[in-house]
């Protein structure tokens, strides 16, 4: 059964540093994985898609990587910013088309 | 319409009553998707449809859970007999059809069961 973990948990930063979340899963069959936003009271928004036969993807100041032998993904944030602040969601698409979730890192940016 | 819309935003409730969640997908996206979020969780994996279809209900977490979807469009989740448990965010997402790789969330129906 896949499984998703992100670490860490919570992570609060000074405006202006560069940070990467983790994101590991146990299943490398995997179709693609995606990073999200959320914010409080608000849906999820899509940032990065990962297909599997990609390395990494690449938008403005965020950058996603995969390794799917080593099951994991990383969500580097170039220059954090105060409206970086958000949970990030990673999620894996398996083999049954189901995104399995992972828990989250909410993501302080203090100014 | 423009986004993925879902009612009520917020829904307080007693314990044992019903509640309907209903969702109203992009238009034309014939996927529809259900997850539930318990405060500081990842998403739970409900239910999906694929037009009016839901071939595994396996996902929802008791008999009490049903979910219907009519016309292709609106989908209702119905949670009969409340529990306390049941208290979560539950979010629809919709997608072109079920191989797009791109998915819509809606705000989320916030749900809370006292």
């Known amino acids: 059964k896949q499984e998703v973990t992100q670490i860490p948990a919570a992570l609060s930063v000074p405006e202006g540093e560069n940070l990467v979340l983790n994101c590991s899963f146990t299943d490398s069959a995997i179709y693609n994985l995606q990073w999200f936003r959320q914010d409080p009271g608000k849906g999820l928004t899509s940032l990065l898609l990962i297909q599997s036969s990609q390395r990494e993807q690449t938008s403005g100041r965020l950058n996603a990587s995969l390794d799917k032998s080593s099951g994991r993904s990383t969500l580097y944030i170039a220059a954090s910013q105060p409206g970086d602040s958000a949970t990030y969601l990673c999620?894996?698409?398996?083999?049954?088309?189901?995104?399995?979730w992972g828990a989250g890192t909410k993501l302080i940016i203090k100014p | 319409g423009a986004g993925v819309s879902q009612s009520p935003s917020n829904k307080v409730t007693e314990k044992g009553k019903d509640v309907e969640l209903r969702c109203d997908p992009i238009?034309?996206?014939?996927?529809l998707y259900w997850y539930r979020q318990s405060l500081g969780q990842g998403l739970e994996f409900l239910i999906y449809f694929q037009g009016n279809s839901a071939p595994d209900k396996s996902g929802l977490p008791s008999d009490r859970f049903s979910a219907e979807r009519t016309g292709g469009s609106v989908s209702t989740l119905t949670i009969q007999r409340t529990q306390q448990e049941d208290s979560a965010v539950y979010l629809c997402a919709s997608s072109l059809d079920l191989g797009s790789d791109t998915i819509y969330f809606g705000e989320g129906s916030w749900l809370t069961v006292v």
């Open positions: 238009s034309g996206h014939t996927a």
């Open positions: 999620a894996v698409k398996d083999s049954n088309y189901q995104l399995i």
